[in-house]
């Protein structure tokens, strides 16, 4: 196996699974509270066509920021409806993504023309951490990566100190644990939820932007083709935990990075039976994750 | 308010319908678009002749009904079949190949060959969900998502490859030979599945109001614990076939679609049928003949659709914005009713 | 300022019931009261509404002489009112440590809160493992934690809501000698109790509610336990059913060497029960929660597969499970489906595979009259009745599928006197026609008075109590204490 190859494979990987990471970090938090938000799909969407607008506006903080801020207002819908009102989690969520579809189709023709013309944006540049970068093999894929990828790192450890190590995320555990009881120990549990799927928003909106700024460098269409789903999957197989979290959504990009490997390898494999893999393979691992894993036990309940 | 609760039902529908309409045309406007200029395109090109409604309303209108009937089934049950999109593929992309090849067997035979197999199909995609969520417990919502992404990629596969037509040059498959193809109704684009379809409804709503069965899967959406512990009910069981019953009728639609439609396969063969027929069955609030009403309607505002983008330049898709509009008034309305009826009216 | 928690002229409606109406009550520095009345009069919505988890519809809470006007629990913790509920509140996947912080509002850090609990604990006599997960715990540590939660947020009120409903007599005792040592403490609290025997032994005044209104007021010596007692139920209490020496028939339900790992988070599961229940006998279950009566119940009612052992039954089997809303009936189904989902396919308005609704809403419609079930009508849904109604349409319904074992999971909970003693004559009536009745109740007393035998679940073992054994011995069996 050429190591050129490999390296570039695990590079790959890594890179791919940055969104996953950062989209299914933020769908933990809103599921350590109790609310599975099938909306993140939509957030992450929102957040990817906030990215294009705000980087072709001012540079590529600009679209972080705007990303941010489209997926925190999707997913306010979600704590509006679901968490304040009390309507079906799932249902809800699924409306927003198609909503979310539906619009962001709608403002990208609009803003840049039908047939969406490839625009070339200011992407996020490789950051090569000095000494850690050049270490064999795992160097240049995990620390020859853009700046947001590295964000997405140090968000590992702060997610955790913020759901086990603060009153805030004592409140919101108890809350996706037992909202009756929470409720009873004076915890309010609507706003904390609510906040808890808020965080989430922003983080899917982050991922969306990750995809724009840091991958494909343009928005399309329907451009997170499910990821928002995986991360959902993703969060299961990690058990609501940020660290094991971490390592699923490696597992994920390296599946969804194997189509740029194995192409080289022409197997004669259709390119499609690639593009399913990432699908089949969280079916595969729900499959086995759950039974081991418990959830949050008030998770999905009003 | 009392109202009966057929008249409620029905002025929901009219008004999550035009709250998601408003949803649109402040989105457009805000957008940039001519809003006015695209709602009435919509209208226009839904219900505003009757080559609109014969071949752009209903041809629409059967495929989401179908569907339509299916979800509320697998949703009464308390499954949520969010694949309805990868099932209607799977049947699709079977009864293409099995139309393809009985291309010599009398109509008599052949259409229902097409179709019986379109309906296997759609049940086989959702058997692994199946399993999963009997098995293990995974959420079906997850399973059956996913399953779409796959079907998209197998029909982008099928269609490239072992579908593909003749000549090689188009992803397409090769038109379905004629005993296959349902009979349609001269000058327009209807099929004959229409018929099947609204008799299938009037079957749905029988088996629901008047047998034991349709009455133990009511009780296993409306009380799953209770129904098991109390009623005795094989839940899994109840659970399990509607998922089916719900796979195979959007299956069924798949292979409808090529059979009297399109009559070949090719991607995007779906404008979305799978995602729209959530909002007609929950807008009809899971009864079988409101989902004709419905899907009716909601047709109609797909059939725009296509009118919208010519003319106002407004792309088909940002009527998912209506959909996703009346799915959420729907919801709310119902649990304002369920709140009212709680707080007992005082 | 003597008066510590002044609740005045509290007024709650639920739907068209009046929970309660102009209802005063003073809780006085330094003191047990005890709230006495029978299930439903109000007892726990009054202290509810004191708590501020509900919201009166007239009148004002004072707490400390203050008049509180946005009320929440966080505010209560504030200003020193600390409830332990009947039904546990601690949340069984977080740690002990967890639970209190939580529950008192601490900041969490558990290098500092767990050294915390741990001396607090020991500090009120009362010590709970603060690193333990409060699924593992038992109830009478369950019930200590309970109380430091309360305590720990630096409540000098506390109110207690039914708190020996879970514990076993001894330990019931224990608790009620612990009260005492709080107030000689300072810490003045309210006992909620229906338990006429608790309230006279410890309290120093008694107020008894009755239908959401106060019936009577007084110190601990002022009254007799008879004359509380009449107070309570607005009446002699309801004739006792007379008992006759049953005939015991055909085995019904015949269980050999039975056990099956505990179903849910807590409890001991079972542990190789051998049992058999005859045609025309009430065999009562003795257990305190979570010591496999669970198990045992719904493994007779074929709702559980063992994982060793043998068991035999003959169909058809009825059952009342414990939890009426999510598991004894659907809310949004009305009395005629009910009837006709529990009644199953051999009644006689199926002719399969239809259903005749007209000729099953006419039985529900006779049904009602027949069991005193107050309801608009046969279509009414399950949820607008009242607990009392639900569980007389339940039984009915049970009873419909003429079943030859009837087993019942504490089918008496939340229901008041009235209620409690028609169910109880309905499980004697079924005997009477034949059928095997197996039936857990917690309280002790109702069980020995209903039951022809009685066996005795400890740690998940079966134990027969012979014939004539002492109320107390049973108790002592049920702590797991033989001969």
């Known amino acids: 196996m050429d190591m050129a190859l490999l390296v570039g494979f695990l590079a790959a990987a890594v890179r791919v699974a940055t969104p996953l990471l950062l989209a299914a970090l933020g769908e933990a938090v809103s599921e350590r509270g109790g609310v599975i938000n099938l909306g993140i799909e939509g957030a992450m969407l929102a957040g990817a066509l906030g990215a294009t607008l705000g980087a072709s506006a001012g540079g590529p903080w600009m679209g972080v920021a705007s990303a941010i801020g489209a997926g925190i207002l999707v997913s306010s819908i979600v704590a509006l409806v679901s968490v304040r009102a009390g309507a079906d989690q799932i249902i809800t969520g699924t409306a927003v993504t198609l909503g979310a579809v539906g619009f962001t189709g709608a403002v990208y023709r609009q803003a840049y023309g039908p047939a969406g013309v490839g625009l070339s944006l200011t992407t996020f540049p490789i950051l090569p951490v000095p000494l850690l970068g050049e270490t064999p093999i795992i160097g240049p894929a995990l620390f020859q990566q853009t700046v947001l990828t590295y964000l997405a790192f140090v968000a590992v450890p702060i997610l955790w100190w913020l759901l086990f190590r603060t009153a805030w995320g004592l409140r919101l555990r108890a809350a996706g644990e037992s909202a009756e009881h929470a409720r009873a120990a004076g915890v309010a549990v609507r706003r904390v939820r609510a906040e808890g799927v808020l965080i989430g928003g922003g983080f899917a909106g982050l991922a969306g932007a990750t995809l724009v700024l840091a991958q494909v460098g343009t928005f399309a269409e329907n451009m997170t083709a499910g990821r928002g789903f995986i991360a959902v999957a993703i969060v299961v197989l990690g058990g609501w935990q940020p660290s094991r979290i971490f390592g699923a959504s490696l597992f994920f990009g390296a599946a969804m990075a194997l189509q740029f490997l194995l192409q080289s390898f022409t197997l004669g494999v259709p390119y499609q039976v690639f593009l399913m893999m990432p699908y089949l393979l969280t079916l595969l691992v729900l499959a086995g994750a759950v039974g081991q894993r418990r959830p949050p036990a008030d998770l999905g309940r009003a | 308010m009392r109202l009966p609760p057929g008249v409620r039902g029905i002025l929901v529908a009219f008004g999550a319908i035009g709250i998601g309409l408003l949803v649109l045309g402040f989105g457009l406007a805000a957008s940039g678009y001519d809003a006015l200029a695209a709602l009435s395109a919509l209208f226009r090109g839904g219900f505003g002749s009757g080559d609109a409604i014969f071949s752009g309303l209903l041809p629409r209108a059967v495929p989401l009904i179908l569907i339509g009937l299916g979800i509320g089934l697998a949703f009464r049950a308390g499954a949520l079949n969010i694949g309805a999109e990868g099932q209607f593929y799977a049947g699709a992309i079977v009864a293409t190949w099995v139309g393809l090849t009985l291309g010599t067997w009398p109509q008599l035979l052949a259409i229902p060959a097409v179709l019986v197999t379109g309906i296997v199909a759609g049940m086989l995609w959702v058997l692994v969900p199946v399993v999963l969520r009997l098995r293990f417990g995974v959420l079906e919502v997850i399973t059956t998502l996913l399953l779409n992404f796959v079907a998209e990629a197998l029909v982008s596969w099928m269609v490239q490859g072992p579908l593909q037509e003749s000549s090689g040059v188009y992803p397409q498959s090769d038109p379905l030979p004629l005993a296959t193809r349902l009979p349609q109704l001269s000058g327009t684009r209807l099929h004959a599945g229409i018929i099947l379809v609204l008799l299938f409804a009037g079957a749905l709503w029988v088996f629901l109001r008047f047998t034991l069965a349709g009455f133990r899967l009511r009780a296993t959406g409306a009380g799953l614990r209770a129904a098991a512990v109390v009623g005795r009910v094989r839940t899994d069981r109840v659970f399990g076939g509607a998922l089916l019953v719900s796979a195979g009728c959007a299956g069924l639609a798949g292979a409808m679609e090529v059979s009297g439609t399109t009559f070949s396969l090719f991607q995007n063969l779906s404008p979305g049928y799978g995602f729209t027929a959530i909002a007609v069955a929950l807008l009809a609030r899971l009864d079988p003949v409101a989902t004709v009403g419905t899907g009716l309607l909601i047709a109609g505002l797909q059939a725009g659709s296509s009118a919208m983008q010519r003319e106002a330049g407004v792309p088909a898709v940002a009527v998912r914005v209506v959909e996703a509009t009346v799915i959420i008034v729907v919801l709310l309305a119902d649990l304002a009713r369920r709140r009212s009826a709680r707080d007992g009216g005082a | ?483």
């Open chain 3, 1 to 483: 300022m003597n008066d510590v928690l002044t609740l005045s002229g509290i007024t709650r409606r639920f739907g068209s019931v009046a929970a309660l109406d102009g209802v005063d009550f003073t809780l006085r520095r330094g003191e047990i009261h005890a709230l006495l009345g029978e299930n439903g009069a109000g007892k726990s919505t009054l202290m509810r509404i004191a708590v501020g988890l509900v919201m009166p519809d007239a009148g004002t809470v004072f707490i400390h002489g203050t008049a509180v006007s946005r009320h929440s629990p966080a505010l209560a913790r504030r200003l020193g009112l600390g409830m332990v509920h009947q039904h546990f509140t601690s949340i069984p996947e977080l740690s002990v440590a967890e639970n209190v912080a939580l529950a008192a509002g601490w900041r969490f850090r558990p290098r500092e809160v767990e050294p915390r609990v741990e001396q607090l604990g020991d500090e009120l006599g009362l010590p709970v493992p603060p690193r333990a997960r409060v699924a593992d715990l038992s109830a009478g540590l369950r019930q200590r934690l309970e109380v430091v939660k309360a305590l720990a947020a630096g409540a000098d009120i506390l109110l207690l809501d039914e708190p020996s409903s879970v514990l076993s007599p001894l330990e019931a005792e224990r608790f009620l000698a612990q009260l005492i040592a709080f107030r000689d403490r300072g810490i003045s609290s309210v006992l909620i109790t229906h338990k006429l025997r608790e309230a006279t032994s410890v309290a120093d005044r008694v107020t008894v509610l009755r239908r959401g209104r106060v019936v009577y007021g007084g110190t601990r010596g002022d009254t007799s336990t008879d004359g509380l007692a009449t107070h309570m139920l607005g009446a002699a209490p309801p004739p006792r059913p007379v008992r006759q020496a049953p005939v015991p028939g055909a085995d019904r339900l015949v269980m050999e060497a039975v056990s099956l790992a505990r179903l849910g988070e807590t409890g001991t599961g079972l542990d190789q029960a051998t049992v058999r229940v005859r045609a025309g006998e009430v065999v009562g279950v003795a257990a305190v929660e979570g010591n496999g009566q669970r198990e045992l119940l719904r493994l007779a009612a074929g709702l559980a597969q063992a994982d060793r052992g043998s068991i035999r039954r003959t169909e058809p089997v009825s059952f009342i499970p414990e939890d009426r809303t999510t598991e004894g009936c659907i809310g949004e189904f009305s009395l005629t489906e009910h009837l006709v989902l529990v009644a199953g396919e051999a009644a006689p308005w199926i002719t399969a595979p239809w259903v005749r609704w007209t000729k099953a809403e006419s039985r529900a419609t006779r049904l009602m009259a027949e069991y005193q079930v107050q309801a608009p009508s046969a279509g009414a849904a399950m949820r607008e009745l009242s607990g009392g109604n639900q569980q007389r349409v339940i039984i009915a319904a049970a009873m419909e599928r003429h079943p030859a074992l009837l087993v019942a999971e504490n089918p008496t909970r939340g229901l008041d006197l009235r209620a409690t003693a028609e169910i109880l004559a309905r499980l004697r009536d079924a005997a009477r026609r034949e059928a095997a009745v197996l039936v857990h109740l917690p309280d002790l007393d109702e069980l020995i008075e209903l039951a022809d035998r009685i066996v005795v679940l400890a740690g998940g073992r079966l134990i027969e109590a012979p014939a004539g054994t002492s109320r107390a011995m049973i108790g002592r069996m049920m702590l797991g204490e033989n001969a």
